[in-house]
């Protein structure tokens, strides 16, 4: 390993020899003729070109992190990130149905990889964008720390159940955004990041990456609780107590500060530009166009108007209107 690599690497466990089989991988699939002809391929199934072009979705998403990891500029981080959401808006008008489900480890902390890069890089033109990839299943209400967030940065609407999908792993994290401006105190929120940290590679046990560290392939990109780095930002906590902690990106949270990324969600902000969810049924709030999450459907409610249906779809995923 060079001292440069070593000296710059954001993740310890990161070697150089793996970084660069990982970029190699990603360069082969990105340039991969006969995957990319599938996806023009009218004789191949939806399924079969969703499945292909989720990869290509994966693969610019891990090659952000991996490049953070890395220990490369926060400006190449953000150029990889917006190739990754511009990747997405594609991907999800060519395969509309496919969606993030909370209840499965992988899609639930992308969710909030996804939020969380967003918001610290100063992305949040794509947080309703992205909204439409979530869903939830039947009559089954949302998770709630996925509720909580996206009321927090301005997106309201989903129904919150009050059980956790995955206590385990992220009680701690539901601890330091639940409640209202008094309780939990900042000390209390700070705490609960300071113990989420703690735990957090262990509860994350059932996501795909995990371990891979350990691997013989070129395959890790690195470990990162950017929503703790989320939380510490949106909530203005002090994370003096917990920033020299494994898997915490201090340098995104104090570049989003210096960029005063956290003002864009202050509450007289948030009053100014909040988004709305409303259920086949519900009756609208305010005077809007709304965009389906299921469809590329667009259609403009008035305020008492009730949302359109169906309700959901063939696999069960709740149909849902977010507003533009």
């Not at 969710?111 to 033109?125: A, C, F, R, T």
């Not at 469809?295 to 108007?305: M, S, V, W």
């Amino acid at each position: 390993m060079s001292a440069d690599f070593l000296s710059t690497r954001r993740d310890p466990l990161l070697e150089e020899d793996i970084y660069l089989g990982k970029k190699e991988s990603f360069q082969k699939r990105l340039t991969h003729e006969g995957l990319r002809k599938v996806l023009t391929d009218p004789e191949k199934d939806d399924d079969h070109k969703c499945s292909i072009s989720w990869g290509f979705f994966t693969a610019y998403f891990e090659n952000t992190i991996l490049d953070y990891s890395a220990g490369l500029s926060l400006e190449t981080v953000l150029n990889d990130f917006d190739k990754t959401l511009e990747y997405y808006i594609g991907h999800k008008k060519n395969h509309i149905n496919d969606v993030l489900k909370y209840w499965e480890p992988d899609s639930f902390q992308y969710i909030l990889w996804l939020y969380s890069l967003s918001i610290l890089l100063g992305k949040q033109q794509y947080l309703v964008p992205l909204s439409r990839w979530l869903t939830i299943l039947g009559d089954v209400k949302d998770d709630p720390i996925l509720s909580i967030l996206l009321a927090r940065i301005g997106i309201v609407g989903l129904p919150r159940q009050e059980l956790l999908a995955f206590p385990k792993s992220y009680q701690y994290l539901y601890d330091a955004i639940k409640g209202d401006g008094v309780s939990p105190t900042k000390t209390e929120r700070q705490e609960s990041i300071k113990q989420y940290l703690k735990g957090w590679y262990k509860g994350m046990k059932d996501c795909y990456w995990y371990n891979r560290h350990k691997g013989k392939f070129p395959t890790f990109f690195g470990y990162w609780a950017f929503e703790a780095g989320m939380v510490t930002l949106l909530y203005g906590l002090d994370d003096s107590s917990y920033r020299h902690m494994l898997y915490y990106p201090k340098d995104l949270v104090d570049h989003a500060r210096a960029q005063g990324y956290d003002q864009l969600f202050a509450s007289e902000q948030m009053e100014q530009q909040k988004h709305y969810i409303v259920l086949p049924g519900d009756e609208s709030s305010i005077d809007g166009t709304f965009l389906c999450n299921l469809t590329n459907d667009q259609i403009i409610l008035n305020r008492g108007d009730r949302a359109p249906g169906p309700v959901e779809d063939e696999n069960g995923n709740c149909l849902f209107w977010v507003s533009q």
